[in-house]
């Protein structure tokens, strides 16, 4: 992202309801989230915030989408683009849908779990619990590292203009 992107998101903001959408509901929902990142209520609630952004997004600017796509096509081209937007969205649709699908994320795959002292994929020491998600492939992931870059995505995507 380069450093001029959150600028350019404050000056795209009026009438775009994209932009107003990440910045009322999307940033503040993560940020708690990764204040607390052991808190299964708030990791789901910001998988289900950066997961409406692609139908916001899709709404809020035509002009960057193919004309004959729809919104759910729309979710499955970005999910494919972006890996970890994809498992973000896949604990959205396990908070939202009680029976587990095949292949998808449950809700019983998202949970805290202890972690003494470790350096999991060459990130800072992490100790204490956290919420973490098995996804596919059956690997275990912090939420909060797949949250943070589906935030990231979609910060530089609403910056593209």
């Known amino acids: ?10 000056a795209l903001s009026e009438g775009d ?3 107003e959408f990440f910045r009322e509901m999307v940033e503040p929902t993560v940020a708690e989230f990764l ?18 952004m692609a139908d916001h997004y899709f ?19 970005i ?22 699908l095949t292949g998808r994320v449950g809700y019983q795959d ?8 470790a350096n999991l994929r060459a990130g800072w020491p992490i100790n204490g619990n956290q919420e973490m998600v098995e ?5 275990l992931w912090l939420l909060a590292d797949l949250v943070e870059a589906a935030l990231e995505f ?8």
Do not use: Y
Not at 79 to 98: C, D, F, L, Y
Not at 154 to 161: K, Q, T
């Open 1 to 10: 992202m380069s450093d001029d992107a959150p600028n350019m998101l404050d």
């Open 17 to 19: 309801g994209a932009v």
């Open 35 to 52: 204040d607390r990142p052991d808190d299964r209520r708030l990791g789901c609630l910001a998988c289900l915030c950066l997961a409406s």
């Open 59 to 77: 709404h809020a600017r035509p002009r960057m989408r193919d004309e004959r796509a729809d919104p759910n096509g729309f979710r499955r081209k």
């Open 79 to 100: 999910g494919e683009s972006h890996w970890a937007v994809r498992q973000v969205i896949g604990v959205a649709n396990a908070t939202k849908h009680v029976v587990r």
């Open 110 to 117: 998202i949970s805290a779990q202890p972690i003494t002292c």
């Open 135 to 139: 996804v596919e492939g059956g690997e």
């Open 154 to 161: 979609w910060r530089d995507r609403l910056a593209e203009v």
